[in-house]
Each structure stands twice: as structure tokens, then as C-alpha cells.
């Protein structure tokens, strides 16, 4: 299974490439796949290496946030030993 995590834009590079931020942890990435213009700030989904979508930043924003209630809840479980 994959799960897709908005990533951020945090620098446009040359030959199509950018550098995203995705959780604190930062790569680069191709935009060879995407078709809309690509700026600064720009939320994307990542697969494999490659821009497969542009999000909404409304909609990339929420996701992160419901991604950080998993995340606490699941430090929260395993401080309990709860499987």
C-alpha cells in the first residue's frame, strides 16, 4: 500500500526538477509529469520519485493535520503497549 503525503515546495531547480519539504524530510523530485506550472509554496503529491498531482493548499494543509492526529495518537498507543 501506498499513502501519498502532501509535500512542499521549497525550491524550483533546473531540468524540471524541484526540492520538497514532506514532513521535515526533503528531496528532490521530478515535475516531468505534471502539466501545470509549478511555483513556490505549491503543495504536491509524490510517488516514487516523480510530481504525480498538484493539491489545493486548503486541502494539503488539512491532510497533514489529520496525518499529525494519526501520528500522535499512534506515540500515544505504543506508550500504553496497546496493539
Do not use: W
Request: hydrophobic share 45%; proline share 1%.
Amino acid at each position: 500500500m501506498c499513502l501519498a503525503i502532501p509535500s512542499k515546495v521549497i525550491q524550483i531547480l533546473e531540468e524540471n526538477r524541484a526540492v520538497v519539504d514532506t514532513l521535515g524530510t526533503r528531496r528532490i523530485v521530478s515535475l516531468d509529469l505534471i502539466q501545470e506550472d509549478i511555483k513556490l509554496g505549491d503543495y504536491l503529491l509524490i510517488h516514487v520519485g516523480f510530481a504525480i498531482a498538484k493539491l489545493d493548499q486548503n486541502y494539503a494543509l488539512e491532510s497533514l493535520k489529520l496525518l499529525e492526529e494519526i501520528i500522535q495518537r499512534e506515540e500515544v498507543d505504543e506508550g500504553r503497549n496497546v496493539v
